[in-house]
């Protein structure tokens, strides 16, 4: 840039001094001839500049444009990969999701076929879904089946134990019993 300033102002120079040379009629001076001639190489010279300014900037804009496109393929590569890592991942997640609802599906399943055959449960996993309450509501009722049973249970030996010494007494007391023949 500072070649093209420092032709532009002796370019400048020289027409200065083709103005202000003294006229002639119709003709050009010796003097007027020279400065034009010198005029005409530094605009040619101006031009070969402005060439290999145009001829740079090409370059540049070539080399920007390559990493400009660069990098538009690896933005391009990158949200590939985010997509696929976040569909992937949202998979994986839903699929965790859904074994540890299964899992705890089944537990629960599982108890009630022991509820319904009378046995204790294991000790539900803590929950504060509807699933964990669920496994909360069964784990009380088996509780409470079994003190009911053990509640029965011992009402029917209070029976047996109160009614056996009547039945004893009923048995001797009472007429024999005849068998058939």
């Given at each position: 840039?500072h070649?093209i300033i420092a032709?532009v102002?002796?370019?400048l120079?020289?027409l200065?001094?083709?103005?202000?040379?003294?006229?002639?009629?119709?003709t050009l001076t010796?003097?007027?001839?020279e400065?034009?001639?010198?005029?005409?190489t530094?605009?040619?010279?101006?031009?070969?500049?402005?060439s290999?300014?145009?001829?740079?900037?090409n370059?540049l804009?070539?080399?920007?444009t390559?990493?400009?496109?660069?990098?538009h393929?690896?933005?391009s590569?990158?949200?590939?990969?985010?997509?696929?890592?976040?569909?992937?991942?949202?998979?994986l997640?839903?699929?965790?999701?859904t074994?540890?609802?299964?899992?705890?599906?089944t537990?629960?399943?599982?108890?009630?076929a022991?509820?319904?055959?009378?046995?204790?449960?294991?000790?539900?996993?803590?929950g504060?879904d509807e699933?964990?309450?669920?496994?909360?509501?069964?784990?009380?009722?088996?509780?409470?089946?079994i003190q009911r049973?053990?509640?029965?249970r011992?009402?029917?030996?209070?029976?047996?134990t109160?009614?056996h010494?009547r039945l004893?007494?009923?048995?001797?007391d009472?007429?024999p019993?005849?068998?058939?023949?």
């Open positions: 840039m070649r032709i102002e002796r370019d120079d020289t200065t001094t083709i103005r202000y040379s003294p006229p002639s009629k119709g010796g003097g007027q001839r400065s034009l001639t010198t005029s005409t530094l605009l040619d010279a101006l031009r070969v500049e402005f290999a300014l145009r001829d740079q900037e370059r804009l070539a080399v920007r390559t990493r400009l496109e660069r990098l393929g690896q933005i590569a990158a949200i590939v990969l985010s997509v696929v890592l976040g569909l992937s991942c949202g998979i997640a839903a699929s965790l999701f074994a540890g609802v299964t899992r705890r599906i537990r629960l399943e599982e108890d009630a022991l509820l319904a055959q009378g046995l204790a449960l294991a000790p539900a996993a803590a504060r699933i964990g309450r669920l496994g909360q509501a069964l784990e009380r009722s088996s509780v409470l089946l049973e053990q509640e029965m011992g009402a029917k030996d209070e029976a047996e109160a009614n010494p004893r007494a009923a048995v001797r009472g007429p019993l005849r068998r058939a023949a």
